[in-house]
């Protein structure tokens, strides 16, 4: 856990959250403020402040955290209708939270190129 965190005070239960999945090492919960009808943050237990700053050791971590993305997703009704990840990444990556977190957006039609 890092300090002055704000999604590691949520997995500890310090500040609380709308969950939707957790298991030992991955957490989901509802964006607060959603971008779209289903807006779940999916992130790992483990402190990573962005996805670049995973390593080797990270792999299977990742690697888990997108295939129950994708079961999260399943389960919203979202799998045949499609849907949208994103991570934000840094400044102008747009991320204002430093804890990788996936955002998974579904249930209304997404444009391209984002904001
Ligand atoms: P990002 O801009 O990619 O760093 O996304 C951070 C996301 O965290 C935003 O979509 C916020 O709405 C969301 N967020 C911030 N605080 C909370 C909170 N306490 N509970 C749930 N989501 C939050
Ligand atoms: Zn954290």
Not at 22 to 31: G, L, P
Not at 34 to 40: F, G, K, L, M, Y
Not at 67 to 81: H, M, R, S, V
Request: with cysteine; charged share 20%.
């Amino acid at each position: 856990m890092a300090e002055d965190c704000l999604f590691c005070k949520i997995i500890a239960g310090e500040i609380p959250s709308n969950k939707v999945y957790e298991d030992d090492s991955v957490y989901a919960f509802h964006d607060i403020n959603p971008a779209a009808p289903v807006h779940i943050l999916v992130i790992p237990k483990k402190h990573l402040s962005a996805v670049n700053a995973a390593s080797e050791e990270d792999q299977a971590l990742l690697g888990h955290l997108l295939l129950k993305a994708n079961d999260i997703a399943a389960e919203q009704g979202l799998a045949d209708e499609g849907f949208r990840y994103v991570i934000n990444t840094g400044d102008k990556g747009g991320q204002t939270v430093y804890h990788l977190h996936l955002h998974i957006l579904g249930s209304r039609q997404m444009t391209w190129p984002p904001g």
